[in-house]
């Protein structure tokens, strides 16, 4: 596509439920990455994947958030048990060189 | 590690006027350093970056900014703002090890008025 491409939008969950964020980068794009931020900050790291290889995944919070990007390019986020701090914008970018390239973004209330 | 501060969460200028948007880092080592711009449902779209080379940069929209490595700054100015400048502004800074593994200040709120 002509952007990276984020879905769902917007996603409304409540507290122990799981979630999947997808991300489909910028085709050609061999990293992407994945950051979230709060209302108010800026966006803060969580992963990064060289084609299918996760590099660093040292921003995940805790162990209930984990990605993947199995073929080396679209990626999933996955948030299990969600929690109400979890909620936040969640922003996938893809690279290259040297520039980011982020998408719209994916907006999840816990409820 | 790096950290960012932006030390102004809110600035209103009218329009035409100049803005300066202040940025100071901390790293111990090397770094690259950006500014994104964000507008109201959209992505983080950059203005612009300083790699290395002449401390003057200048980006998209008419912004620039300049880094001084002895005040660890990198704040954004233009000489004249637009209306359609509103928007949240992002410094961000990377070690030269760390690809785009950026680390963001926590923005600041351009309104411009008429």
């Known amino acids: 596509g002509a952007g990276v491409s984020q879905s769902p939008r917007y996603k409304v969950t409540k507290r122990g439920q799981d979630v999947a964020l997808r991300c489909d980068p910028i085709?050609?794009?061999?990293?992407l990455y994945w950051y979230r931020q709060a209302l108010g900050q800026g966006p803060e790291f969580l992963t990064y994947?060289?084609?299918?290889?996760?590099?660093?995944k040292s921003g995940l919070p805790n162990d209930r958030f984990s990605a993947e990007r199995p073929e080396g390019s679209i990626s999933t986020l996955t948030i299990q048990r969600t929690e109400q701090r979890d909620s936040a914008m969640y922003r996938c970018?893809?690279?290259?060189?040297?520039?980011?390239?982020f998408g719209e973004g994916s907006r999840l209330t816990v409820l | 590690a790096q950290s960012v501060t932006q030390l102004d969460s809110q600035v209103p200028v009218f329009e035409e006027a100049p803005v300066e948007l202040r940025c100071n880092y901390s790293s111990s080592v090397s770094v690259y350093l950006f500014w994104y711009v964000q507008y109201p449902n959209q992505g983080l779209q950059l203005l612009l970056k300083?790699?290395?080379?002449?401390?003057l940069v200048k980006g998209i929209n008419g912004f620039e900014a300049e880094f001084n490595k002895s005040q660890t700054s990198f704040h954004l100015r233009k000489p004249s703002v637009h209306i359609s400048d509103t928007a949240e502004y992002f410094c961000a800074v990377t070690g030269h090890n760390a690809g785009n593994m950026l680390t963001f200040g926590g923005g600041t709120r351009l309104m411009v008025k008429p």
């Open positions: 970018a893809s690279s290259f060189g040297g520039e980011l390239f």
């Open positions: 300083y790699l290395s080379g002449s401390t």
């Open positions: 085709s050609g794009h061999v990293s």
């Open positions: 994947f060289n084609y299918e290889a996760q590099q660093d």
